[in-house]
């Protein structure tokens, strides 16, 4: 999965029209809110140091020297609030003007909820996290011997 992401970060670069040359790329990961907390830092200090060398991608002659000189780890879903179509601002920004919101990441099997506060990760516990997903848990498993699957 990490040298998969040196590949993809080297053809974004190519397919968007950068020429060869040096880059220094952030990289931002998410792990599953129930974990950031006790494993944000141990994963972290792994990446770096996996990706503390330079990687090299050539394509047609072109040769892309990759560096990744910061990565952050933050919750899933938690950067789709950086993500904006052309044109727009990124929804973060709304978001720092508010002191509460959630964000709700829905999987094919999981719903994780985070909590902002002014565009910052909310100092909530994880309590809220375990109790959310432990009641979805518990109405998934209601669901399936009641026969209702499909509908949740």
């Known amino acids: 999965m990490l040298l998969l992401t040196i590949f993809a970060m080297a053809m974004t670069l190519r397919d968007r029209g950068y020429q060869a040359g040096n880059y220094g790329i ?15 830092g141990r994963y972290r200090k792994k990446l770096v140091d996996y990706y503390a060398v330079d990687y ?11 560096n990744i000189p910061e990565i952050k780890v933050y919750p899933q879903g938690f950067s789709a609030l950086f993500a904006s179509l ?7 920004l709304e978001l720092a003007k508010e002191p509460n919101a959630f964000l709700v990441d829905i999987g094919s099997g999981t ?14 516990d994880e309590h809220l996290f375990t109790s959310f997903n432990e009641c979805y848990q518990r109405i998934r498993i209601s669901a399936i011997i009641n026969g209702y699957y499909g509908a949740i």
Request: hydrophobic letters at 40%; proline letters at 6%; glycine letters at 8%.
């Open 56 to 66: 090299i991608f050539r394509h047609n002659r072109a040769e892309y020297c990759l």
């Open 86 to 92: 052309e044109g727009e601002k990124p929804l973060i």
């Open 111 to 124: 719903v994780d909820v985070i909590g902002v506060e002014y565009g910052r990760l909310s100092e909530a």
């Open 26 to 40: 952030e990289l931002s990961v998410g792990l599953p809110p129930i974990q950031y907390n006790a494993l944000a």
